[in-house]
Nanobody
Framework: QVHLAESGGGSVQAGGSLRLSCVAS?????IGWFRQAPGKEREGVAA????????YYANSVKGRFTVARDVAKNTAYLQMNRLNPGDTAVYYC????????????????WGRGTQVTVSS
């Protein structure tokens, strides 16, 4: 099982940006980014496959967030722009070989998460 570690979370004002990183201990087929706000279910945000193809985004972040990966470094990134208070959550990266890219149940390895707080 691959180990994942997120970094880059923090506090930012609405309209600001953050970039999250996810370092994997080995090869991963697909990296997904998820978030969970207090009292809410875990929500898929974005995903990207090693084999290529277009990244996939949840409608709530499309046009604001960009996912990318550096395969040589086993690292994935989530660039988050135009953040708003609704984006406040713990953000997780996950690895697996999902059929449905934003279904958290199809990912086998998870990081511990990084907090993102957006103030108005």
């Amino acid at each position: 099982q691959v180990h994942l570690a997120e970094s880059g979370g923090g506090s930012v004002q609405a309209g600001g940006s953050l970039r999250l990183s996810c370092v994997a201990s080995g090869y991963t087929s697909t990296i997904g980014w998820f978030r969970q706000a207090p009292g809410k279910e875990r929500e898929g945000v974005a995903a990207i496959r090693t084999a290529g193809g277009d990244p996939y985004y949840a409608n709530s972040v499309k046009g604001r967030f960009t996912v990318a990966r550096d395969v040589a470094k086993n690292t994935a990134y989530l660039q988050m722009n135009r953040l708003n208070p609704g984006d406040t959550a713990v953000y997780y990266c996950a690895a697996g070989s999902p059929q449905t890219l934003l279904n958290p149940n199809e990912y086998s390895s998870w990081g511990r998460g990084t907090q993102v707080t957006v103030s108005s």
